[in-house]
């Protein structure tokens, strides 16, 4: 499935990325209203990674803009107490804003969005919190097909009809996952097992990493180096990655370079996208890959 995505994704100030064909958001920074203009009432679904505030600020707008009796549906880390008193001002500034659904979620849920379509909430730990307390995510988007088991496959038509006939179509299928989509939220560079034959990976890349980087306060680690990424994706099975997230702190081609230089190291055999610092990128596939 071909999937178009436009994002912003700079540190500090806003984060949020929009998957066109499905009708999905992921994170809703500041600025992204204004920069989706009506294609934004695409968007049935929000899924929120955390409660920062460049995750979440812009909210309250594209909420006005695009609430209707049943949408959107914002789901977001069930703990996080800022989503609550967001509702609660919202409805109270603009009532008619109340037919949005707020669902509140834990890691492991996974939400349909279609009958052949999940979206899957991995906990990570950007916020630090006790076991079975939920504030922070990562996502993965699964689509799920159910196809003729493999031994049915070979046999002639008629034969596959008469299986099917005696007992049930069901018992003659076999689910079948693909994992089309993951994003990673803000995050330590951890658990990329959760992203293992992901189609698409978006990951955070904060600090691009190195002796230039050692006075950096990296907020106890809670954010992810460039080089820790490239490292981790190396070890998994991936089809495409787009890095974003950066501080602003690095220009352009230090950020290119160094995911040049990181990806010939680790030798990846994949394309590799990047949004830049205060960019808005639409249709990221759709741009040249820093790396192929």
């Given at each position: 499935m071909n999937l178009t995505?436009?994002?912003?994704?700079?540190?500090?100030?806003?984060?949020?990325?929009?998957?066109?064909?499905?009708?999905?958001?992921?994170?809703?920074?500041?600025?992204?209203?204004s920069a989706l203009l009506q294609k934004s009432r695409k968007i049935n679904h929000v899924f929120v990674s955390h409660a920062d505030r460049d995750h979440l600020t812009g909210l309250h707008q594209f909420n006005q803009l695009n609430a209707r009796e049943g949408f959107p549906i914002i789901h977001f880390p069930k703990d996080c107490g800022s989503f609550y008193a967001i509702e609660?001002?919202?409805?109270?500034?603009?009532?008619?804003?109340?037919?949005?659904?707020?669902?509140?979620?834990?890691?492991?849920d996974k939400t349909w969005i279609r009958d052949d379509?999940?979206?899957?909430?991995?906990?990570?730990?950007?916020?630090?919190?006790?076991?079975?307390?939920?504030?922070?995510?990562?996502?993965?988007?699964?689509?799920?097909k159910k196809k003729l088991k493999p031994e049915l496959i070979s046999l002639p038509q008629n034969e596959i009809v008469k299986i099917i006939r005696e007992?049930?179509?069901?018992?003659?299928?076999?689910?079948?996952?693909?994992?089309?989509?993951?994003?990673?939220?803000?995050?330590?560079?951890?658990?990329?097992?959760?992203?293992?034959?992901?189609e698409i990976?978006?990951?955070?890349?904060?600090?691009?990493?190195?002796?230039?980087?050692?006075?950096?306060?990296?907020?106890?680690?809670?954010?992810?180096?460039?080089?820790d990424v490239i490292k981790g994706v190396s070890t998994i099975s991936i089809n495409k990655l787009?890095?974003?997230?950066?501080?602003?702190?690095?220009?352009?081609?230090?950020?290119?370079?160094?995911?040049?230089?990181?990806?010939?190291e680790y030798a990846l055999n994949f394309p590799v996208y990047r949004v830049l610092p205060g960019r808005t990128i639409k249709d990221i596939l759709n741009q040249e890959p820093v790396h192929n």
């Open positions: 995505i436009t994002g912003y994704s700079t540190a500090l100030f806003s984060s949020w990325y929009f998957i066109e064909e499905l009708g999905l958001l992921f994170d809703v920074g500041d600025g992204i209203t609660n001002f919202s409805k109270k500034f603009d009532p008619h804003v109340s037919g949005t659904i707020w669902k509140p979620i834990i890691a492991g379509l999940y979206v899957e909430a991995k906990k990570n730990n950007h916020v630090p919190a006790a076991e079975g307390i939920h504030k922070s995510f990562g996502y993965k988007v699964v689509l799920v007992q049930g179509k069901e018992n003659t299928l076999v689910e079948v996952l693909t994992t089309l989509f993951c994003y990673s939220g803000d995050t330590p560079a951890e658990n990329f097992d959760n992203w293992h034959n992901s990976l978006i990951h955070e890349a904060t600090f691009l990493g190195g002796d230039g980087d050692a006075k950096i306060h990296t907020h106890g680690n809670k954010h992810s180096t460039l080089e787009i890095l974003g997230h950066f501080s602003s702190r690095y220009s352009d081609e230090q950020i290119d370079d160094k995911i040049k230089y990181l990806c010939k």
